[in-house]
């Protein structure tokens, strides 16, 4: 052991300062930081009581060697505290540390026990934690979790909100009566609606509206003309963007299908109680022709907030009207 100590001093000297050196990465390590020091400055004055007694030859050189290991066993009893801080298991629970609260973590304790001590330095590495994995995730992705987590319109920034989905709603006029759809499964099921879809890849949103009138009710049209988009952040993440066209009747005889079936209404008898909740705060504008953007916050059927907003056909002003 003795021969192993002196022949090997260089190196045990070595892996005492990288140990040291890897504590500093470690929180609340000052205390084993310290002990190691003091490790190393025993092994020092060991080795120099050694050196300077082998100058003198035998049997000198002897009696350094275990004068040397009598002082340096004599510095770990007398400063015994402050050189051996280190345990291998929690001092609470008893299960077996991991390396780093080995040689670090002064309090001795897993990580579960400290936290229990600890809280608020808990809840502040869980939120650092937290950031790092943010940090990794794509920057898309976390852009449709805060969209889809949004309660208020506000809480969208909408200049860098996508649509993943492109729609068309068409209101057919034929002197006083419009042309609705009652949609019979998919999104919106049960519900009265202009006829709409969505548009199809190298599609225009002027022949999706021509085309979607058209497989829904039967209907031919002409004069489309767009009064607005709407924009819609469901919390399940479909984020939607429709475009709302007028158009007029031309003939064509309404046909049942298995989506949808249309009929004619009044305008004086809109059914807004079974249309969607935004429906009501938007429509009366656009039938007095007026043109709107719109923005919308759902959780599947119930709208949570909204607003809409007019806009002045001369001067492309925007006027708030109604917020929900």
């Known amino acids: 052991m003795l ?6 001093y260089t190196w045990i000297l070595v892996l005492i300062l990288l140990i040291n050196f890897s504590q500093r990465k470690i929180h609340d390590t000052n205390r084993k930081r310290t002990a190691l020091i003091w490790m190393a400055a025993i092994l020092l004055a060991y080795y120099l009581v050694v050196v300077v007694t082998a100058m003198f030859g035998p049997p000198w050189d002897l009696i350094g060697v275990f004068g040397g290991l009598a002082v340096m066993l004599a510095c770990i009893i007398i400063f015994r505290r402050r050189v051996w801080p280190f345990t291998l298991h929690c001092n609470e629970c008893h299960k077996r540390l991991k390396w780093e609260y080995i040689i670090g973590h002064d309090d001795c304790l897993c990580q579960d026990c400290h936290d229990k001590h600890h809280p608020e330095e808990a809840e502040a590495r869980k939120e650092r934690e937290r950031q ?11 852009l449709n979790e805060s969209f889809s987590s949004a309660k208020t319109v506000d809480e969208i920034d909408w200049d860098i909100w996508e649509p ?11 002197g006083d009566r419009l042309l609705f759809i009652e949609k019979k499964r998919g999104m919106g099921s049960g519900y009265f609606n202009a006829p709409g879809g969505h548009i199809e890849e190298a599609e225009t949103a002027m022949e999706a509206a021509v085309r979607e009138v058209k497989e829904e009710t039967g209907a031919d049209i002409s004069g489309l003309e767009l009064r607005g ?6 919390s399940d993440g479909v984020r939607e963007l429709g475009y709302v066209y007028f158009a ?8 049942e299908s298995d989506e949808t079936r249309p009929f004619w209404v009044e305008r004086s008898r809109i059914p807004y109680d079974n249309m969607w909740a935004d429906d009501k705060l938007w429509l009366p504008q656009a039938l007095g022709g007026r043109r ?3 923005w919308f916050i759902f959780d599947d059927r119930e709208m949570l907030d909204s607003k809409v907003c007019l806009l002045d056909d001369e001067e492309g002003d925007e006027t708030p009207t109604v917020e929900d």
């Open 3 to 8: 021969e192993f100590l002196t022949n090997n």
């Open 229 to 234: 988009t709407l924009h819609f952040q469901f």
């Open 132 to 142: 790092m994995e943010l940090a990794k995730r794509p920057k898309e992705e976390l």
């Open 248 to 255: 007029k009747y031309e003939g064509g005889e309404l046909a």
């Open 292 to 294: 709107f953007d719109a």
């Open 164 to 174: 993943n989905h492109r729609c068309v709603i068409t209101y057919v006029e034929d």
